[in-house]
């Protein structure tokens, strides 16, 4: 089934008794189930260490799940398959943008159409018209496109982050991950971002799971929102059920 296929609404992501153990012996997350609907903007929350991350990296394999399964339109995203094609389905953002310094903006932003190439081209790559295309209508959709020629490391912080998520959505995902992408910015600037991957949530039907540590901004933007501690999901509900008694259950 091709991502393109689904509906708005109809389940996309699904995850099943996922635990992973680290090597060390640390159970980072125990028995995992929960289902995401394509379209969704899901905020997980919870205290440091309880297993956001780890959460959020298994469903693009940065993280390979000790047992369990998450099935991702239809597919196996846990083993086998094509990583290359689940990589370019699934982007990516993180908390430091993860931006290549010295390359121009445009360049950053081009590296969305790596999992497009094969061969020597992953290596080597050529961008055609259509890449270059869509890459400057993502830089001009975030509103840095006169950004474009100048070096990644020469822009703000919020502006890089707006060109990590223009290289997101140049791969033409279907799911959006992004783990603590406003821990480093401003709380002005934390605003815009949201608001931008909000945006394209909703005017674009990409699925976004963001991490998050400001629990009012997680019931701000989310239609949904998993609260995980110790490794385990303990409360999963909308923003208004987030309650004093939710939240001592999470974070206590
Ligand atoms: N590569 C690793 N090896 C061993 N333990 C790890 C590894 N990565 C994470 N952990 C441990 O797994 C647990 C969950 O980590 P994770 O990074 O998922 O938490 P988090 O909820 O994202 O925390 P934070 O809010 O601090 O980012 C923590 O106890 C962490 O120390
Ligand atoms: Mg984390």
New binding site residues.
Partial sequence: MSSGALQNGATQIVVRKLSKV???G?R?LDNVNVTIKKGEFVAII??????????IRSINRLVQPTSGTITINGKNATSGGNLRYLRRDVAMIFQQFNLVKRLSVLRNVLMGRLGYKGGLEQIYPIFNSKDIDLALASLQRLGIAEKAYIRADQLSGGQQQRVAIARALTQEPSIMLAD?PVASLDPETSIVVLDILKRINREDGITTIV?L?QLDLAKEYADRVLG?KG?KLVFEGAPEDVTREVYERVYR
């Avoid at 919870?46 to 959460?55: E, L, N, P, V």
């Fill in positions: 680290y090597p060390n640390l980072a919870g205290s440091s260490g309880a297993g956001k991350s780890t959460f603590e991490n540590h995980f490794g």
